[in-house]
T-cell receptor, first 115, second 114 residues
Framework: AQSVTQLGSHVSVSEGALVLLRCNYS??????LFWYVQYPNQGLQLLLK????ATLVKGINGFEAEFKKSETSFHLTKPSAHMSDAAEYFC?????????????WGLGTSLAVNP | DAGVIQSPRHEVTEMGQEVTLRCKPI?????LFWYRQTMMRGLELLIY????????DSGMPEDRFSAKMPNASFSTLKIQPSEPRDSAVYFC????????????FGSGTRLTVV
């Protein structure tokens, strides 16, 4: 069965500092991996996705993530945090075989950015 | 592309009343998902449809909840009768059937049952 673990339910960084949000997955088939962001009182928005092409994936708002099969990880990074990055971030995995169309979600990481 | 459209944005109702939430997916998307989000339980998948057919409704909490998708451009989630513990934000999302596509979410309906 597939699963996603996001390490750290709350992460706090200073403005301008590196953002690192951790995601580990388990999947019996080559996975598709996603990061979503949810700003307060809004729906979830796709940040980036890995679909078995390049292992380093660039997304919107300066975020990127690297797929590491050996570590079963898909951590999200941004070199320099902005105040506007404060939000909830969700990692998700989806199998790419058969009729599996469901995303399996992590519990989310709340990112706070301090001035 | 207008995105996934949900209505209403906010709903306040009294316990025991029927509530109907509506969703219009993105044209061309074959899969539609209903989620519920609360502080306590996070993001929960209630049901999903593929080509208008319910595929997995194992997340529907109980018989008070029902969902329909009469055509490719419209879906409803109904709660009858509603209870205070149903208070949550309900999201609809749609996706293309094949490939590594993620979901596109609507803005959600914030339901408050008093």
């Amino acid at each position: 069965a597939q699963s996603v673990t996001q390490l750290g339910s709350h992460v706090s960084v200073s403005e301008g500092a590196l953002v690192l949000l951790r995601c580990n997955y388990s999947s019996s088939v080559p996975p598709y991996l996603f990061w979503y962001v949810q700003y307060p009182n809004q729906g979830l928005q796709l940040l980036l996705k890995y679909t078995s092409a390049a292992t380093l994936v660039k997304g919107i708002n300066g975020f990127e993530a690297e797929f590491k099969k050996s570590e079963t990880s898909f951590h999200l990074t941004k070199p320099s945090a902005h105040m506007s990055d404060a939000a909830e971030y969700f990692c998700a995995v989806r199998g790419n075989a058969g009729n599996n169309r469901k995303l399996i979600w992590g519990l989310g990481t709340s990112l706070a950015v301090n001035p | 592309d207008a995105g996934v459209i949900q209505s209403p944005r906010h709903e306040v109702t009294e316990m025991g009343q029927e509530v109907t939430l509506r969703c219009k997916p993105i044209s061309g998307h074959n899969s539609l998902f209903w989620y519920r989000q609360t502080m306590m339980r996070g993001l929960e998948l209630l049901i999903y449809f593929n080509n208008n057919v319910p595929i997995d409704d194992s997340g529907m909490p109980e018989d008070r909840f029902s969902a329909k998708m009469p055509n490719a451009s419209f879906s409803t989630l109904k709660i009858q009768p509603s209870e205070p513990r149903d208070s949550a934000v309900y999201f609809c999302a749609s996706s293309r059937e094949t490939g590594g596509y993620g979901y596109t979410f609507g803005s959600g309906t914030r339901l408050t049952v008093v």
